[in-house]
């Protein structure tokens, strides 16, 4: 994660030395740093939804697999207004688990693996 960050943070500066007396030169920077702000946000969407259900899955060892999916379930079947639009997509679901989601990783740690 830093080294696209460093290198699109050293691009901007790179261009605002090189064009320091310049009339656009603020412009073009925020553009620039908005972009950039935009590109490495969803670029590491999948990282922070993935760290999500692994810190599902530490609280399910903490409280219990078993209770915690009672729990998730429980708040899956109550039609929670978040938790359907979640369920629906659109750009939140890139960055959170649906509550489907949640329940299936949990679900995935309770089935025994087979060793073949």
Do not use: C, H, Y
């Not at 935009?38 to 609280?59: I, Q, T």
């Amino acid at each position: 994660m830093i080294i696209p960050a460093a290198l699109v943070g050293l691009g901007i500066v790179a261009v605002a030395l090189s064009s320091l007396k310049q009339q656009w030169t603020p412009g073009v920077l925020e553009v620039a740093g908005a972009t950039a702000f935009a590109f490495l946000v969803f670029m590491f969407a999948p990282a922070v939804k993935k760290n999500s259900l692994f810190n599902d899955r530490l609280a399910a060892e903490v409280v219990g697999r078993e209770n915690f999916l009672q729990v998730l379930q429980k708040i899956d079947a109550m039609g929670l207004k978040d938790v359907e639009r979640l369920k629906a997509g659109g750009l939140r679901r890139r960055f959170k688990p649906s509550m489907t989601e949640r329940i299936e990783n949990l679900e995935l740690m309770l089935r025994p693996t087979r060793i073949e």
